[in-house]
């Protein structure tokens, strides 16, 4: 056996940190590889540390909640001769239970008269001295909604609270003598199986929540004709699976004509930090990706609009295979600039998305369907049976108007209908 110092490993390009959430090897305990060790989380995932070999815990060097830098010390351990932590696998977990040996330390905070703000908040030292250098206040901190596990406040959401412009800064003791206060209507919400949310479901509600409220939402809709798209498609899909080993799906057209409109109306490739507007450089787009339990990841897509379109759909179907297998990385996550969801996959015609912040829009795509169109020709209207889809582009009515948002959106559409049908790949 070896005595082996354990430290807080990488877990993507731009982590410097990362927080115990909890150690399920306690002191003195002995493990065999694959046994997870700790639980680590960062601003974008949750991260599982399994056991590259069988050996026994030494101590902890770090508790729970304590913020630790990347290459830290953060436990001694005894490993068996040979075994070592250079090709640990870091897995991340998008869903997570809680073990019972899971424990969250708490800090109470104390008010004066009777503001409401949480009894008990956690605060990390880094959100503690995030507080400290802004002056944020025990009691401020309170009214903050907290992203991380069990309502954990994260750096992310001190940043964002900054950029909203602190709007409980001067927020007041409650009055007897108020105005208008939300009735409680005391809904009868019924009897049946209670499910409770998972941890990833919650993050997801919050993260909607939130959007709705952060920006004001307006939807605008467009059809387009696919049926030269759909016919290629469907006369290549075999060819091009036998020629590059990959699947065709419509997502990579749908991609492609994305990232060719985003060139063309570059503000919608943006997002908003205060009061100025972010124009970004790489066309990173998004894709939302159903997982087994249901729950939405959007896995992102890199500088899309310079893949030509088999390594597009190469990108597509390795980030969909991570997402359904849990094996999507952190950097897999984060970038993106623009998204997509195709909500006809689940059969909808068409959806009024919620944009994923900070971005500036989401693009829904519905189910492509067969109907009768009159088509308008130089010898007469004919009608024929056309492969027809809705889209539908929410945007972000601070940042993007609705010319912009029009433009943009009948850009996308003539990019699918103006498809060229003898194109190679």
Request: a neutral charge; proline letters at 4%.
């Amino acid at each position: 056996m070896t005595e082996t110092a354990f430290n807080m490993p990488k877990m993507g390009e731009s982590i410097t940190q990362g927080t115990i959430l909890n150690w399920l090897i306690q002191e003195g305990e002995a493990f065999q590889e694959g046994d997870i060790l700790v639980e680590i989380a960062t601003d974008k995932v949750d991260n599982e540390v399994p056991a590259p070999g069988s050996g026994v815990m030494i101590s902890h060097k770090a508790s729970v909640n304590d913020v630790i830098e990347v290459g830290q010390t953060i436990a001694l351990l005894s490993l068996s001769d040979g075994v070592s932590f250079t090709k640990t696998a870091i897995q991340n977990t998008p869903k997570r239970e809680v073990t019972k040996r899971e424990t969250t330390t708490k800090k109470s905070l104390t008010t004066n008269g009777s503001f409401k703000v949480n009894d008990n908040v956690f605060i990390s030292p880094l959100v503690d001295a995030m507080a400290r250098k802004h002056h944020i206040s025990y009691q401020e901190l309170g009214c903050i909604k907290g992203s991380g596990l069990n309502g954990r406040l994260r750096k992310t959401d001190i940043t964002s609270y900054l950029q909203q412009g602190r709007p409980f800064k001067f927020a007041q003791p409650e009055s007897k003598n108020h105005g208008y206060s939300i009735p409680d209507l005391k809904f009868d919400t019924g009897s049946g199986k209670i499910i409770p949310m998972d941890r990833m479901r919650e993050m997801i509600a919050d993260h909607m929540v939130y959007s709705k409220h952060t920006s004001p939402h307006v939807t605008a809709y467009v059809e387009a004709d696919l049926t030269n798209m759909v016919a290629w498609r469907n006369t290549n899909k075999v060819l091009f699976l036998e020629a590059h080993g990959e699947k065709l799906t419509f997502t990579p057209l749908f991609i492609e004509a994305v990232a060719n409109a985003i060139k063309d109306f570059p503000m919608i490739n943006a997002s908003l930090d205060g009061k100025n507007i972010i124009v970004k450089e790489d066309i990173n787009i998004g894709m939302a990706t159903a997982l087994p339990s249901g729950n939405l990841i959007v896995p992102v897509v890199k500088n899309a609009d310079k893949k030509d379109l088999k390594t597009l759909a190469g990108a597509i179907n390795e980030l969909a295979l991570k997402s359904r297998s849990g094996n999507l990385k952190a950097d897999d996550i984060k970038g993106g600039s623009f998204t997509i969801s195709n909500v006809g996959t689940f059969g909808s015609l068409m959806g009024t998305p919620i944009i994923n912040q900070p971005e500036a829009a989401i693009l829904a795509t519905g189910i492509i369907k067969k109907r009768a169109e009159v088509i308008e020709k130089p010898q007469g209207d004919t009608i024929e049976i056309r492969s027809m889809m809705y889209l539908s582009l929410s945007f972000d009515h601070r940042i993007v108007d609705g010319h912009l948002a029009g433009s943009f959106l009948k850009r996308i559409a003539d990019n699918l209908e103006n498809f060229d049908s003898n194109r190679s790949f």
